[in-house]
C-alpha cells in the first residue's frame, strides 16, 4: 500500500526566503503527482500537476520536481510572500489516490 | 474554468438523520471521488464514481452510500449520521480513465464541514 510522508509538518519562515518542501512516497509504480494548497477551512487548490514521465513542473514561483526511483518530490518556493501561508499537500496516483498529510507553511511578514 | 461545488459550506445535523451532501461538476468528467478530511489523519476516500450509475468503495465507505445518476451529480449519503462522522468533506472530480485510473488532474471542490451532535 503507498504511504506518503511529508517533512516538515510545519515550517515558518520571514518574507522573502525560498523554501523547499518535501514528499516522499513507497512505491514508485505512480502515474503522476500533485502539489496541492489548501487554506483553513477550505477546499484543495491544485498547483502543479507532474506526470510519472517528467522530472519537473513550473509554475510561477513554484516548481516541483519528481524523482520517482528514489521516491521523491519536492515543491520549491521562491521569494515567499505572507500569501503564501497555508498547507502544502502532495498527493500520489497509482491504482489510487494517497495524500500525505500536509505541511503549514507560515510566511512571517 | 473548472469549476466543481458543493451544495453546503457548512451542515449542522443531529444524530440518527439521514444526510445528503451534493457535488456537481461542471467540466464534463468522468471521474467523481467523495473523501473525508480529519487532523492527523489527512485525507481519506470515501467512496469513487468512474461513470454514472457506477461506484467503488474507498477506504472507509462504513456508514455511507453513494448515488450518481447523472454524469455531472456526485452525492454522498449517510443513513444514519453518527457523531464520529463529524468532519470535513471533500468533492473532487478528474477526467477519463478506467475506475479512477490515469494520469489525470484532481480539481476539488469547497468542502463541506459537517457537524453531527
Known amino acids: 500500500k503507498q504511504e506518503v510522508t511529508q517533512i516538515p509538518a510545519a515550517l515558518s519562515v520571514p518574507e522573502g526566503e525560498n523554501l523547499v518542501l518535501n514528499c516522499s512516497f513507497t512505491?514508485?509504480?505512480?502515474?503522476?503527482l500533485q502539489w496541492f494548497r489548501q487554506d483553513p477551512g477550505k477546499g484543495l487548490t491544485s498547483l502543479l500537476l507532474?506526470?510519472?514521465?517528467?522530472r519537473e513542473q513550473t509554475s510561477g514561483r513554484l516548481n516541483a520536481s519528481l524523482d520517482k526511483s528514489s521516491g521523491r518530490s519536492t515543491l520549491y518556493i521562491a521569494a515567499s510572500q505572507p500569501g503564501d501561508s497555508a498547507t502544502y499537500l502532495c498527493?500520489?496516483?497509482?491504482?489510487?489516490?494517497?495524500f500525505g498529510a500536509g505541511t503549514r507553511l507560515t510566511v512571517k511578514p | 474554468d473548472v469549476k466543481v461545488t458543493q451544495s453546503s459550506r457548512y451542515l449542522v445535523k443531529r444524530t440518527g438523520e439521514k444526510v445528503f451532501l451534493e457535488c456537481v461538476q461542471d467540466?464534463?468528467?468522468?471521474?467523481m471521488f467523495w473523501y473525508r478530511q480529519d487532523p492527523g489523519l489527512g485525507l481519506r476516500l470515501i467512496y469513487f464514481?468512474?461513470?454514472?450509475?457506477?461506484?467503488e468503495k474507498g477506504d472507509i465507505p462504513e456508514g455511507y452510500s453513494v448515488s450518481r445518476e447523472k454524469k455531472e451529480r456526485f452525492s454522498l449519503i449517510l443513513e444514519s449520521a453518527s457523531t464520529n462522522q463529524t468532519s470535513m468533506y471533500l468533492c473532487?472530480?478528474?477526467?477519463?480513465?478506467?475506475?479512477?485510473?490515469?494520469?489525470?488532474?484532481?480539481?476539488f471542490g469547497p468542502g463541506t464541514r459537517l457537524t453531527v451532535t
Open positions: 473532487a472530480s478528474s477526467p477519463h480513465g478506467l475506475a479512477g485510473r490515469g494520469g489525470y488532474e484532481q480539481y
Open positions: 512505491d514508485s509504480a505512480i502515474y503522476n
Open positions: 507532474i506526470q510519472s514521465s517528467q
Open positions: 498527493a500520489v496516483k497509482s491504482n489510487d489516490m494517497r
Open positions: 467540466m464534463d468528467h468522468e471521474n
Open positions: 464514481s468512474y461513470d454514472v450509475k457506477m461506484k
